[in-house]
């Protein structure tokens, strides 16, 4: 947003917990944060507007087509002034009953829309979900995000920059684009979704079963309701060894943020290997909200970063990390596991020698579109451990995936299950296909 000297107020939409960044933000450019907007009831993390509110004041304001216990509802038509911007609410349901878009126009310049904040109704390259209230509601909802698109969001201009509120790689969507924001003109252009009729693109979403995480049904009780305060949470210190092995007797969750490679060579027993970065994306599939949570890394750095994720997913139950990392576990002579990996080329000749199990745990749409290990069978990692009864005890499990990360918890999960025989294949289907190796579609 660009700044003008007379303007002193600043607005946020679908605000993330940790609040310093906008804190700092304002502080830099000297203004006041007063206005907050939920435009829809997040299911994929927890939302900060609450948290905010309470550091600096601000109000809230939501759609008022769902009960929050905390804010203040709007309707299509109200429209709220910060000096010489104008923010006007349009009602778009269709990814939730009571998703709201914000529309920015800067009066000393125009009269014309210039930015439009839109949660998840129009995303890069895609079209936000619409699966949240059950397969007897997929038509319905796939209507109604179809008709606030083209008939309200489309119709405000085809230069009008569109902010979404996820990028690439967020389950909110189907395959989204990396673009941070885009335009209504080229996405009228050139997302596919768009491109057909309405009773095309209801047809389609009422056949689209996309994954959900169990999380998210925690994500929405707990965005009803108002999060709970951070200053209310104690904050993750480090844990002695003999701590650790209390916690572990009476039942905690130990997550292992090392490489596959490390995690391979030595863990703490029943440990989930999900590394840093894939934190957001993969512990609200396995980690309960009551169950203490440990986090093990190699030597403590950057954990900082790390607590936000389990922040921002609700999980107050992070009990502390493993002071001393890894190396002070096996230097205090405790238990590990440990399973074994392999090379692509080692996969391979595997194959040729023996019977073994391959098992790809990538997205099915990256299996089907890059295409998959020869004789290699399917199940998304997210579904692992519901499914184990499809995974053979009596072969060897070669796991595989994009490049090595989720084959690491999944061989993990397994082996802690006791399946006698578990390798990981380093690199994933990346180093599959630097081999030149044939890759089946």
Same mark, same amino acid.
């Given at each position: 947003?660009?700044?003008?000297?007379?303007?002193?107020?600043?607005?946020?939409?679908?605000?993330?917990?940790?609040?310093?960044?906008?804190?700092?933000?304002?502080?830099?450019? %000297?203004?006041?944060?007063?206005?907050?907007?939920?435009?829809?009831?997040?299911?994929?993390?927890?939302?900060?507007?609450?948290?905010?509110?309470?550091?600096?004041?601000?109000?809230?304001?939501?759609?008022?087509?769902?009960?929050?216990?905390?804010?203040?509802?709007?309707?299509?038509?109200?429209?709220?002034?910060?000096?010489?911007?104008?923010?006007?609410?349009?009602?778009?349901?269709?990814?939730?009953?009571?998703?709201?878009?914000?529309?920015?126009?800067?009066?000393?310049?125009?009269?014309?829309?210039?930015?439009?904040?839109?949660?998840?109704?129009?995303? $890069? *390259?895609?079209?936000?979900?619409?699966?949240?209230?059950?397969?007897?509601?997929?038509?319905?909802? $796939?209507?109604?995000?179809?008709?606030?698109?083209?008939?309200?969001?489309?119709?405000?201009?085809?230069?009008?920059?569109?902010?979404?509120?996820?990028?690439?790689?967020?389950?909110?969507?189907?395959?989204?684009?990396?673009?941070?924001?885009?335009?209504?003109?080229?996405?009228?252009?050139?997302?596919?979704?768009?491109?057909?009729?309405? %009773?095309?693109?209801?047809?389609?979403?009422?056949?689209? &079963?996309?994954?959900?995480? @169990?999380?998210?049904?925690?994500?929405?009780?707990?965005?009803?309701?108002?999060?709970?305060?951070?200053?209310?949470?104690?904050?993750?210190?480090?844990?002695?060894?003999?701590?650790?092995?209390?916690?572990?007797?009476?039942?905690?969750?130990?997550?292992?943020?090392? &490489?596959?490679?490390?995690?391979?060579?030595?863990?703490?027993?029943?440990?989930? &290997?999900?590394?840093?970065?894939?934190?957001?994306?993969?512990?609200?599939?396995?980690?309960?909200?009551?169950? @203490?949570?440990?986090?093990?890394?190699?030597?403590?750095?950057?954990?900082?970063?790390?607590?936000?994720?389990?922040?921002?997913?609700?999980?107050?139950?992070?009990?502390?990390?493993?002071?001393?990392?890894?190396?002070?576990?096996?230097?205090?002579?405790?238990?590990?596991?440990?399973?074994?990996?392999?090379?692509?080329?080692?996969?391979?000749?595997?194959?040729?020698?023996?019977?073994?199990?391959?098992?790809?745990?990538?997205?099915?749409?990256?299996?089907?579109?890059?295409?998959?290990?020869?004789?290699?069978?399917?199940?998304?990692? *997210?579904?692992?451990?519901?499914?184990?009864?499809?995974?053979?005890?009596?072969?060897?499990?070669?796991?595989?995936?994009?490049? *090595?990360?989720?084959?690491?918890? $999944?061989?993990?999960?397994?082996?802690?299950?006791?399946?006698?025989?578990?390798?990981?294949?380093?690199?994933?289907?990346?180093?599959?296909?630097?081999?030149?190796?044939?890759?089946?579609?």
């Amino acid at each position: 947003m660009r700044r003008k000297r007379e303007t002193t107020s600043r607005f946020s939409s679908d605000t993330r917990p940790s609040c310093e960044e906008y804190l700092a933000l304002a502080d830099r450019n %000297e203004m006041a944060i007063t206005h907050l907007f939920e435009i829809h009831r997040n299911e994929d993390y927890l939302t900060g507007s609450r948290e905010l509110a309470n550091l600096c004041g601000a109000g809230i304001w939501h759609g008022k087509n769902f009960n929050f216990a905390y804010g203040n509802p709007v309707k299509e038509g109200e429209i709220f002034l910060i000096g010489t911007l104008e923010l006007g609410v349009i009602e778009t349901p269709g990814h939730t009953e009571e998703s709201i878009l914000i529309v920015l126009k800067d009066r000393e310049v125009s009269d014309k829309p210039y930015m439009v904040f839109c949660g998840d109704a129009l995303l $890069a *390259g895609d079209i936000g979900r619409t699966d949240f209230y059950g397969q007897e509601r997929k038509a319905e909802m $796939a209507g109604k995000i179809h008709d606030s698109i083209v008939k309200k969001i489309l119709a405000l201009g085809e230069g009008v920059i569109v902010c979404p509120a996820h990028g690439a790689g967020s389950l909110c969507g189907g395959d989204i684009a990396d673009h941070s924001f885009t335009t209504a003109g080229y996405e009228r252009a050139t997302n596919p979704l768009l491109a057909l009729a309405r %009773e095309e693109f209801i047809a389609r979403r009422v056949t689209e &079963s996309p994954y959900y995480p @169990p999380y998210f049904r925690t994500m929405e009780v707990l965005n009803a309701n108002g999060p709970q305060l951070l200053d209310r949470i104690p904050r993750p210190g480090p844990l002695s060894i003999p701590e650790v092995v209390a916690l572990r007797k009476s039942g905690c969750q130990i997550v292992d943020i090392r &490489s596959p490679t490390s995690f391979a060579a030595g863990h703490i027993p029943h440990s989930l &290997s999900i590394w840093r970065d894939g934190l957001p994306s993969f512990m609200g599939w396995f980690l309960d909200y009551n169950e @203490p949570i440990v986090v093990v890394d190699d030597f403590n750095c950057g954990l900082k970063d790390v607590f936000c994720h389990f922040t921002r997913l609700g999980y107050d139950n992070l009990r502390g990390y493993l002071g001393g990392g890894f190396p002070s576990w096996s230097k205090a002579a405790q238990e590990t596991d440990s399973f074994a990996t392999c090379t692509a080329q080692e996969l391979k000749e595997r194959q040729e020698k023996e019977t073994v199990f391959v098992l790809d745990v990538r997205d099915i749409k990256n299996r089907r579109s890059v295409g998959h290990i020869p004789r290699s069978h399917h199940r998304y990692i *997210g579904e692992l451990t519901e499914h184990l009864d499809e995974i053979p005890r009596d072969l060897p499990v070669i796991t595989y995936c994009d490049g *090595g990360y989720k084959g690491s918890l $999944a061989a993990g999960i397994l082996h802690a299950n006791r399946y006698r025989s578990v390798t990981n294949m380093l690199g994933g289907m990346t180093s599959w296909k630097n081999t030149g190796f044939w890759i089946e579609r």
